[in-house]
């Protein structure tokens, strides 16, 4: 397992832009899968975007598809999610997992981070 510790959320108004980041301790980190996900007050936790291990394939939501951007960087062992056109309704709590195949459920990732607030006002 790897241990993740995201960084970067806050408040920003509607269209706006930002960006987390995603740092993991160990040297396996370029075998996983690295997800984001997140969870709004009263809802269950939901898939936003991965990337394989070599980020040879990036896969999102369809909610967030074209809006958001994610990336890895394996020698920094760091995983980024540049998020544009923020909405109020993309304020949540944003997780950040590892898994070791390509899934969107939360399900198959094996470690999680603690996560980081985003709010978006309008």
């Known amino acids: 397992q790897v241990q993740l510790v995201e960084s970067g959320g806050g408040l920003v108004q509607a269209g706006g832009s930002l960006r987390l980041s995603c740092a993991a301790s160990?040297?396996?980190?370029?075998?996983?899968?690295m997800g984001w996900f997140r969870q709004a007050p009263g809802k269950e936790r939901e898939f936003v975007a991965a990337i394989t291990w070599n980020g040879g394939i990036t896969y999102y939501a369809d909610s967030v598809k074209g809006r958001f951007s994610i990336s890895r960087d394996n020698t920094k062992n760091t995983v980024y999610l540049q998020m544009n056109s923020l909405k109020p309704e993309d304020t949540a709590v944003y997780y950040c997992?590892?898994?070791?195949?390509?899934?969107?459920?939360?399900?198959?990732?094996?470690?999680w981070g603690l996560g980081t607030q985003v709010t978006v006002s309008s």
């Open positions: 160990g040297r396996t980190f370029s075998r996983y899968t």
């Open positions: 997992a590892a898994g070791l195949t390509s899934s969107r459920y939360p399900r198959d990732f094996g470690s």
